[in-house]
């Protein structure tokens, strides 16, 4: 959500952090670090020994942030055990976001820190070797320029795609297939300033009659999906 996303930004090594356990006590860390870790990535926890690690989903990039701290006094009545391991049936939970449909070229990510900048697209029937999965589709790609408010914003180009506007709002958590291009946008972290720059590519409607095509560049990230009209 962006009330968490805004929480972790703030994060500093050796901040205080207070949790509320179950039996109601309050336990109270020490941050040790906040790095940004690959999807798979847990070796960073067997290198280390930490109280907590607080691993956050929920973002389209193939990063995650992590937040290690390590507890300052112990909590009462603790126990270790050694759990048994139980299978258990995963319940599937809609990812819960803010959208906002805008036609604005400039677009601000306030929770993620992060500014967008979208230049005119250019349609086109193949990227590459690439032709699209149906005739009546084309390409769109479109140059993108990311720009950090804050210092250690992360920004991934798996968090943005072109698609169509009826594709995208009729389908729950639907995400289209990533469209390889030169110049793609990539993954990394920027400070207060800093920009990054490449292009963004989608499947959309082959604009004849009888066709209507509404594209938009979507947006997704710190709990907001923007949703960008490209040909309003």
Sequence with gaps: SPDL????????EDDQVNLRLRSGQVVEYRV??????????????????????????????????????????????????????????PTPIPVTHTQVITSARVVTNAAAGLVLSISPCNRAMRVGEQEPPRSKQQFL????????????????????????????????????????????????VLNDGDTAGGNVAGVVIKPALGQKSTPVLVWEQAGVQYLVELEP
């Excluded at 996303?5 to 500093?12: E, G, K, R, S, T």
């Excluded at 297939?177 to 946008?185: A, Y």
């Design 32 to 89: 040790t670090s906040v790095e940004r870790v690959k999807r798979h990535q847990i070796e960073l926890l067997t290198e280390r020994d930490p109280s907590i690690a607080v691993l956050l989903y929920g973002e389209r990039t193939g990063e995650r942030t992590v937040v290690l701290a390590k507890a300052v006094q112990q909590a009462e009545d603790f126990v270790v055990f050694t759990p048994e391991p139980v299978i258990a049936t």
């Design 141 to 188: 790609v479109c140059p993108v320029v990311i720009r950090a408010t804050r210092d250690g914003a992360a920004y991934s180009g798996q968090s943005l795609t072109v698609t169509e506007y009826d594709w995208i709002t009729e389908a729950v958590d639907w995400w289209p297939q990533p469209v390889s291009v030169v110049g793609m946008l990539g993954d990394g």
């Design 5 to 12: 996303a805004n929480a972790v930004a703030q994060l500093h």
